[in-house]
């Protein structure tokens, strides 16, 4: 997964700002490609390429907001360091509530900006890991049989084989049968390791039918 | 007839011949009027022309009466006449006439000087009379009747005062004389007709045998009697005739003369009411000119001066005579002289209408500001003849001028610094973007040294750009700086477009942030301008800046604002276009008044001195509203 080197994104229209950032990231081994637009960098981005994006506030045509609004619509989730020459506490908190890794106001200093950058490409690195962990979980989930579907929900409620049974009006052992194909299939260590996955593929505990 | 020696000899009249002597009396009588005229009119030469002339005819009148007289007077014995003796007759009543002539003639005609006249006249009637009778030739003595010729003589005095006193009387000509003049002519001639007969009654002749001398005597024959009568008549006639022909002559003279006298009293009366009026126009236009609120001069094409009204020599306090000619320049401030020197020797040389201004001296030593304008008059072939002009002080205009102009720049200042303030986050952007990249490059190359093996080819870059954005983050405050200064007002010049670009720097955070995008439409070739360049700026933040405010609602379109240059005839052009809402035209025109605001935060002075910026560099600003949103627009004039 981490094979591929991150990049770090820069969109300022401003030049001069552009290449001091480029110049002090290079510096730290990391690779920066720069944009003065946000078209430019839709352009650039592919969706396989870790990394994340400075992005100044003041853009020409269009707020850097407005363009963080844009990415998450478009499901573009890479994480956003602002950067601007004048910003307002409203400001901030919307950058922030819309998911901004760090809203820094220039001058800004180079550590907080390599620190926002860490962080941010660590967060990238972090969804990235997940989304491929629920792309596996999602994998396995689709190699169930119906009737192992069916019970999943009712072993992560914590029911007993027997209570399954009883729910679903077959008998104890196959029901034990299922049990143990599903943490087969899954690759669950336990019943708390399979409680996590359906918690992270979106699979509720059942609201047992207690006879 | 028998012829007694003791008894007088009886004479006979032959009555054809006395009235033909009475005619020739009346004749003379009249000739005589109408001489003494001729006479008393002329003068000189012409006088004594007429006088001699008429006494000579005259005298041949009563000459020839008398002997006409003396022939109708038939005695029985033949009668000669002693001819030298009747030539002095003639010569007498010639010289009687000539005499009385002469006093007729003169100016005044008293009682006594009549009586002596009329005295002296009768005398020589009488001498002609008796030496006529003398001159006979003939076998008789003469015995005269004293009492007859006592008679005789007072009938001589009596027709020499009559004929004096009508004479003198008739002898101003007017046209009711010519009746009078022939009725006293008759009385006249009857008169000495009376005289005469009677000195001849008075003589008697008694017979004698001593026969006559008959030396130089002539008897008369009726031929020559006759002959006498003609040349009387005639003589008598062309007096007359003359006298006439003169008197028209003289009368016409006259009448012209006394129409040229009309004309010349007509035309005199009406010389002194022109003069009169002119007189009192010329007082009035001295009282206009000297009074009028103005020092006023005249001055020769050679720019000497000729004239000064009163208020010019009271307020310089320059006597007349040191001011005329080139002296009148002492009154000019030293600093003022040589440029209006300049200005009014350009003028005189063009001939050409000047306008200059600068302080005069008053009497008191104190200078105040005069505008000084002068015209040139010129001839009907375009020369230069003459220049006035006037002075006319404004120092208490230029005062309250400068007051306004200084109360002005303070509400432009207060105006650039409110919009600074408006702008104050826009320009915080505009300096913290450099400062950013500096901040940046220099803690870049901080940790370029803190390695082991700095690469000095990226230290030189970065340092070079600190330098860089150093420069840029300065030109940045000095510009804004610039505008919350509040200096004097400049003129330099100046490139519009530069202008353009300055102010596109400073606001484009602002347009950045109101989603305007700004389209600059720049012609290439701009010729420069004169001007205030912080002023300038000011006009062209103020109508960018109204042109965020109008389309900072739009959401149906783009706010687009188009900022236009152009070169427009000998003037700079200049537009801000925005894609807003547009102009009620109503409010087109009173956007500029003072206090006068669409906007809800605005204070209304922003257009209004705008407008009063432009006006001072000579050019127009005016608002339009087009095809979509507003457009204002700019002039400047060339250099």
Known sequence: MNDVAPIVFVVDDDPSVRRAIERLVESVGLQVELFASPQEFLQAWRRDVPGCLVLDIRLPGKSGLDFQRELAEANIPIPIIFITAHGDIPMTVRAMKSGAVEFLTKPFRDQDLLDAIQLALERDSARRKQDSEMATLRELYKSLTPREREILPLVVSGLLNKQIAANLGTSEATVKVHRSQLMRKMGANSLADLVRMAEKLGIRAAKPNVP | MLISAYAAMSGSYDYSEVARSVLIAILASYAALDLAGRVTAARGWVRSAWLTGGAAAM????????????????????????????????????????????VVSRQKLGLVRALVGS???????????????????????????????????????????????????????????????????????????AMHYTGMASVSFM??????????????????????????????????????????????????????????????????????????????????????????????????????????????????????????????????????????????????????????????????????RGVPLRDELGKIIKWYGTSTDIEERKRTEEALQEAHARLAHITRVMAMGELAAAIAHEVNQPLAAIVTNANFC??????ATPNLEKLREAIAEIANDGTRASAVISRIRALLQRGAPERVELDINQLIQEVNVLLRDELTRNRVSLRADLAADLPRVSGDPIQLQQVLINLVMNGIDAMRTLTDRKRELLIKSAKNHSEVFIQVQDSGEGLDPQQAERIFEPFFTTKPEGIGMGLSISRSI??????????????????????????
């Open chain 2, 207 to 372: 017979p004698s045998a001593i026969l006559p001398n008959l030396t130089h005597a002539a008897s008369i024959s009726s031929l020559g009697n006759n002959g006498i009568a003609i040349v009387t008549v005639i003589v008598l006639a062309a007096a007359v005739l003359t006298s006439s022909l003169d008197r028209q002559a003289e009368a016409e003279l006259r009448h012209l003369n006394e129409e040229l006298e009309h004309r010349v009293v007509e035309r005199t009366t009406e010389l002194v009411v022109v003069n009169d009026e002119l007189k009192k126009l010329k007082d009035e236009l001295r009282l206009v000119i000297d009074t009028i609120p103005a020092l006023v001069w005249s001055k020769l094409p050679d720019g000497s001066a000729d004239f000064f009204n009163q208020r010019f020599r009271e307020y310089t306090g320059l006597p007349l005579e040191e001011g005329l000619g080139g002296g009148w320049m002492s009154v000019i401030h030293p600093e003022d002289r040589s440029k209006f020197e300049d200005e009014w020797h350009a003028a005189l040389v063009a001939g050409e209408t000047f306008d200059v201004e600068a302080r005069l001296r008053r009497a008191d030593g104190q200078y105040r500001q005069f505008l000084l």
């Open chain 2, 59 to 102: 005298g041949l009148g009563i000459w020839a009466m008398h002997f006409k007289g003396m022939l109708a007077f038939q005695l029985p014995i033949p009668v000669s006449y002693h001819w030298p003796t009747v030539l002095l007759s003639l010569l007498v009543a010639i010289l009687a006439s000539a005499f009385a002539l002469y």
């Open chain 2, 119 to 193: 005295g002296i006249m009768a005398s020589g009637i009488s001498g002609m009379h008796y030496i006529g009778i003398a001159a006979m030739r003939l076998a008789a003595t003469f015995r005269f009747h004293p009492l007859l010729v006592t008679l005789s003589v007072a009938f001589a005095i009596a027709f020499s005062f009559a004929a004096l006193m009508l004479a003198f009387d008739l002898r101003e000509e007017t046209k009711q004389t010519a009746s009078r003049k022939i009725a006293s002519a008759i009385v006249m001639g009857a008169a000495v007709s």
């Open chain 2, 614 to 639: 432009v006006e001072s560099h000579g050019g127009r600003l005016w608002a339009e509203s087009g095809s979509r949103g507003a457009r204002f627009q700019f002039t400047l004039p060339t250099k």
């Open chain 2, 446 to 451: 901080l940790r370029q040294l803190a390695n």
